[in-house]
């Protein structure tokens, strides 16, 4: 995967959009880790870190006796995620810029784990099967991935509106950027292909927000402002219909009295694994 892949960019906007996703996913996150045996003492690898939220929810589990190592190929995420890690006191987290598919670390680690990022990568499987060199025989992958369904009707109620507009202009940008539908239902499959061993004990979750009193229009309107140079090179619309400093307020101007409910996405499913 390169920067040109990734079809949210990289700003301070989206830093701070991605520290909002995170606390959003927070709880199903760690509940992934605890049942893949994420402990005390282990030596874990997050890979596509971005703003730094999964290790550093790694590390409340790893606690002080172990080690978390992020990886990013955005040198300036990578410099964000080690100030927040160094802010809080944890000398053992730590971010270095690369492509984690070609890194290669001296020590395997115990455990690998990600968030929203095979979703990103030209071939899922080969991607995830090359990480793992860097896992020790035994240990565990754990990840959450999202279920973008680019031909299938947006989730929102009512579908007529200027809400369901937006959720399909962030579909076009995703699907402009070559990001794979539907990873989360394929990710057993993926981590099988791959060479490890899923555990049939799979999870999954969907968000679902409430416009104008609830967080849904908030979230469009930011993740199209991450989403926009996607969305307008998909042909989707033009910056112009967009107007993207007026769209929050113009869904909720648009929003019928008894208002709009909806989600992003079609859910994230949460899936762990061992190295055999």
Known sequence: MTLADYPLGSSEHERQRL???????????????????????????????????????????????GEVLGVDQDQTQVDFANRRAQSMGYSNVRFVTSDYQSLNLKTPVDAIVGRLILIFAKDPVAALAAVCRNLRSGGVVAFVESNMQYDAPVLVEPRN?????????????????????????KLFSIMKAAGLEPSPQIDAMMNIAQGPQGSLFPTIASLVRSTMPSIIASGAAAAAEIDIDTLEKRLADDAPPTGVVGTITAGFVSVWARKP
């Open 19 to 65: 520290i909002r996703q995170a606390d959003a996913l927070a709880e199903t996150t760690e509940r992934l880790f605890r049942k893949a045996g994420i402990a005390p003492d282990m030596r874990v690898l997050d890979v596509g870190s971005g703003s730094g939220d999964v290790a550093l929810l790694a590390r409340k589990l790893i606690g002080e006796d």
């Open 161 to 185: 509106g200027l809400a369901a507009k937006a959720l399909g202009w962030i579909n076009a940008g995703f699907c402009y950027g070559e990001a794979h539908p539907r990873v989360g239902l």
